[in-house]
């Protein structure tokens, strides 16, 4: 067992970042999609770069607490097979820096209050946000992952989301 880090750290690594910020970069790139668009169309209202700015940081938000959400609450679940693994088996759970429950409660936390975060802009966002928690932990993590192969193909429907709710926060605030 390696040195315990700090609690923020374990909490970041039971995010799994590095996934995240790969959903992230492709809700941004439907945030920009969309204000160029709808930049390029003088009919369609005026959209700042300001409003830019406001929906990329709202989405990477909330996005990044619902995915990180998510992620933990798979490490809860994962907690049996992720000490047989070279892969998983540094993570916080296994190595004992942070109790199951410990961690499912942060994971559900912060899952609920990203989707959330998603309300006051459209509540379509909110719905795929809490949609994208919901079916990668019990349709990808609960159910498929341990029965089939198929389980990333069909598992990706919720990886799939994020530019779908990017484009959701920035068509929130266009004039039509």
Known sequence: MSEKPGIVTVYLQLMKLRVVILLQITAICAIIAHDLMVRSDSISGDRTWLD???????TLLGGTLAAGGSNAINMVYDKDIDPGMSRTRTRPIPNGWISPNHALVFGIIIALLG????????????????????FYVFVYTIWLKRRTPQNIVIGGI?????????????????IP
């Open 52 to 58: 830019t700015l406001e929906a990329c940081v709202v």
């Open 158 to 174: 919720a990886g799939s989301t994020p530019p779908l709710i990017g484009w959701i926060v920035a068509s929130a605030n266009t």
């Open 115 to 134: 989707s959330a975060i998603f309300i006051p802009f459209h509540w379509k966002a909110a719905f795929w946000s809490i949609f994208s928690v919901l």
